[in-house]
Antibody
């Protein structure tokens, strides 16, 4: 059974940094593009970033471009999100999500983790 | 950049009733790359529909998706108690990959 498990969330001050991790199991991790999606308190889902299976192609939302970096280590079946220059509006639950089909540049997200909570506050 | 607008914001219905949720895109979505997700508090979102009308693995046939171009619909034929949740549409035809703002289906 395919599963994703996020970690690394916590409380950080404005301007600080945090690195989220997402460990995958039950599928050929290196063959699938991956994404980060967040949900701020009381708000809806917001796509944050995407990464190809090889790690060679990345995409970011305008709200995080230049501050967040998505990456992966296929030898460890792990996806990362390095978050720098954090702002109060980055407070959210962060989910990692797997693309449904292998090798596609764009696809629906069929497997999601349970999320990790990030709070940016002084 | 494509913007997705869902309506209504909240749908108040009773178990057994039919739910019809709408998602309108600001421009045509190529190849009908439109998905629907169900999200309950404290849980991971769940993929229901992809490609506008294909049910994901394990999704009951009371859930159906339709539409093309800019107008899409998620229909729940007969609401079960476990169907009360927030539903999001999502376009994945190209970056960015926005979600709609969500429709909450609540018990009347």
């Amino acid at each position: 059974e395919a599963q994703l498990l996020e970690s690394g969330g916590g409380l950080v001050r404005p301007g600080g940094s945090l690195r989220l991790s997402c460990v995958a199991s039950g599928f050929a991790f290196d063959k699938y593009g991956m994404n980060w999606v967040r949900q701020s308190p009381g708000k809806g889902l917001e796509w944050v970033s995407a990464l190809s299976g090889s790690g060679g192609t990345t995409y970011y939302s305008d709200s995080v471009k230049g501050r967040f970096t998505i990456s992966r280590d296929n030898s460890k079946n792990t996806l990362y999100l390095q978050m720098n220059s954090l702002r109060a509006e980055d407070t959210a639950i962060y989910y990692c999500a797997k693309r449904k089909r292998q090798y596609l540049s764009y696809d629906a997200f069929d497997i999601w983790g349970q999320g990790t909570s990030v709070t940016v506050s002084s | 950049e494509i913007v997705l607008t869902q309506s209504p914001g909240t749908l108040s219905l009773s178990p057994g009733e039919r739910a019809t949720l709408s998602c309108r895109a600001s421009q045509s979505i190529s190849s009908n790359f439109l998905a629907w997700y169900q999200h309950k508090p404290g849980q991971a979102p769940r993929l229901l529909i992809y490609g506008a009308s294909s049910r994901a693995t394990g999704i009951p046939d009371r859930f159906s998706g339709s539409g093309s171009g800019t107008d899409f619909t998620l229909t729940i034929s007969r609401l079960e108690p476990e169907d009360f949740a927030v539903y999001y549409c999502h376009q994945y035809s190209g970056s960015p990959l926005p979600f709609g703002q969500g429709t909450k289906v609540e018990v009347k």
